[in-house]
Structure formats: C-alpha cells, structure tokens
Nanobody
Framework: QVVESGGGLVQSGGSLTLSCAAS????????VGWFRQGPGDQREGVAC????????HYADSVKGRFTVSRDNAKKTASLQMNNLNPEDTGIYYC????????????????????WGKGNLVTVAS
C-alpha cells in the first residue's frame, strides 16, 4: 500500500511538500505518480516518476513549479510544490504502478496498482 502525508493549508505563492510511503511492495519496481482531484473536477495526473527515477512526466499546469522525486532505499516518494495557487487546491493521491510508463500513468491513469487514500491541499488566495 501507499500512504500520503504532508498536505494542509498554504497561502498563494507558498510551498508544500507531499510524501508517499510504501509498504508491502518493492517500490523500486514501481512507477510512482501524484494525482489530484479539485472540487468538481476529475482526477488528473500531475507528476509521475519511473522506478529508477530516470524518467519524469509533468502536467503542463505544474511544469516548472512541481518536482517529483523518490528514495527507493527509504521506500518513499515526494512531490515538492512551489508557487502554489488556488487552482492547485484538491485532494492529492499517491499511486504506484508496476508496468506503467510515466507518461501513460499520468495522462491516462494507466497501470496503477495501488492508490493512496488522498491528502487535502488547500491554497488560500
């Protein structure tokens, strides 16, 4: 399973880091993705990283502001979010997929085997 942490309330322009901890799986075999669902929106992929961390993929809306990383030794992944704006508000989910190419995982929710329960991020204007 995967469990997110680090959400909360932040002012517009601020930063927040989300963490994802894995248990029961060999995380380096899995691509990891961060998805979010805003109020009234469908869930969308924002950042995905391959098992070896050699490939990353970002949604256009977060490029240059969000950075996805991972530490396979610690079985964790992180999403550093900078210059947040109210449109970034939503429930953020961590996901892991064993066969998922990072672009397909993020763009099509393809190949996800494990979903976290989600963590709320609220950006106040």
């Amino acid at each position: 399973q995967v469990v997110e942490s680090g959400g909360g309330l932040v002012q517009s322009g601020g930063s927040l880091t989300l963490s994802c901890a894995a248990s029961g799986i060999t995380l380096d075999q899995y691509a990891v993705g961060w998805f979010r669902q805003g109020p009234g929106d469908q869930r969308e992929g924002v950042a995905c990283i391959s098992g070896s961390a050699s490939k990353t993929h970002y949604a256009d809306s977060v490029k240059g502001r969000f950075t996805v990383s991972r530490d396979n030794a610690k079985k964790t992944a992180s999403l550093q979010m900078n210059n947040l704006n109210p449109e970034d508000t939503g429930i953020y989910y961590c996901a892991a997929g064993i066969i998922a190419p990072v672009d397909m995982m993020c763009d099509e929710n393809y190949g996800v085997d494990h979903w976290g329960k989600g963590n709320l991020v609220t950006v106040a204007s």
